[in-house]
Structures are given as C-alpha cells and as structure tokens.
T-cell receptor, first 111, second 115 residues
C-alpha cells in the first residue's frame, strides 16, 4: 500500500463546476496535511494546509480532513480554466519532517 | 521576500560523473528539504536538513548526499551518475523549528539529464 494515494486522473470538469480531489494516507499517526498545485513545467506551490479534523476554507478552496477515515480532500468551487493543473496531496507522518506526496491528480477545467 | 533559489536550472551530465546542486532558502528559513520528481515515481523525498544537521532521510542510495551550511544554504551531491537519475530535483525550505508544523516552499528546480 502506498503511503499517500490519490484519485487516478485526469479529472475533467466544466467551468463553474465544483472539482473534488481526494486523498487517502496509510500512517494513522499523521498530523499535517497539505495540498499543492503544480502547473506543467513549474514547481509545486502550496494551496492549503490542514491539521485538525473538519473543513478549512480559503476563498474558492475547501480542505476537508477526516483522521478516523484517513482521508483528506480538496474542493474547488466555481472552477476556472486557470485551475487546470496537477494537484498533489502531501502528508507528514508520525516521524515528522518527511513530507510524503501522492502521485497527483491532473485536473482539467473546460471552458 | 525572495523565494527559494536553485542553481543551476539545467544540467547535462554523462554516466559515471558526479554533480552538485545548490539551494538558497527563503531568508529566515532554517529547514531545507530535497525531492526528486520523475513522471513515473512522482515526488520522492531525499533528505531534510535543519541547522546543518540531517534530520530525515528518504530511501535513496548512498550516492545521494547533501549538506547544509551555517547560512542555511544547502547542496546536494550525486556521485557515479546513472541514467535513472535523470529527473527534476526540487529544493524546499520552511521555518522548520518543529518538523511538519510549517509548510514547504519550493524552488524552481534543477533539471538533470544524464546521457
């Protein structure tokens, strides 16, 4: 089992729709969870981080964390073509300091 | 505030050679992490340094090594290069006092091609 697993992509949504990106992790002791966005040919950039169970909202983005289910998700409301990128889920496990990334989900927002 | 700076941006080396990559973190950041990114394996953790000490290490062979200087700048070295080492090498910095409590900020990466 991979330490961090994401939806296999690509995920295609129409402009204005909600994009839902999912991620599961294997280390039950994980404490910190991050979502990064990576445009083609660019380096990852941080979108959101979440440490506590529940929802965290930032503009059009909402991160959701359920530690009991070992599940973290990212919702993008009112999706725009500029949101088209690969979204990477990353988790810091119990040992700390070592940020483990999922394979990423490619999102395509169609005008 | 300047971001994470990696040099060089591109490198072409031949098998058997060695290479050194450089990373300057964001001012005030004391933790530097290195990642290898390939299409097949995604982003894989190499190692993390904090205050000149290696704090975490990934599952890479001993050919991959690194160090951090007193000004928090870091270098990564790969010896006896293999074709499979061709990848984008990303450096990321964070405040890092407590591992995992501050987000990573990535540099633009060094694209290494081994022929």
């Amino acid at each position: 089992q991979k330490e961090v697993e994401q939806n296999s992509g690509p995920l295609s949504v129409p402009e204005g729709a909600i994009a839902s990106l999912n991620c599961t992790y294997s280390d039950r002791g994980s404490q910190s969870f991050f979502w990064y966005r990576q445009y083609s040919g660019k380096s990852p950039e941080l979108i959101m981080f979440i440490y506590s169970n529940g929802d965290k909202e930032d503009g059009r983005f909402t991160a959701q964390l359920n530690k009991a289910s070992q599940y973290v998700s990212l919702l993008i409301r009112d999706s725009q073509p500029s949101d088209s990128a690969t979204y990477l889920c990353a988790v810091i496990g119990n040992q700390g300091g070592k940020l483990i990334f999922g394979q990423g989900t490619e999102l395509s927002v169609k005008p | 505030k300047a971001g994470v700076t990696q040099t060089p941006r591109y490198l072409i080396k031949t098998r058997g050679q060695q290479v050194t990559l450089s990373c300057s973190p964001i001012s005030g950041h004391r933790s530097v992490s290195w990642y290898q990114q390939t299409p097949g394996q995604g982003l894989q953790f190499l190692f993390e340094y904090f205050s000149e000490t290696q704090r975490n290490k990934g599952n890479f062979p001993g050919r991959f090594s690194g160090r951090q200087f007193s000004n928090s700048r870091s270098e990564m070295n790969v010896s006896t290069l293999e074709l499979g080492d061709s990848a984008l090498y990303l450096c990321a910095s964070s405040l890092g006092r407590v591992p995992g409590n501050s987000p990573l900020h990535f540099g633009n990466g060094t694209r290494l091609t081994v022929t």
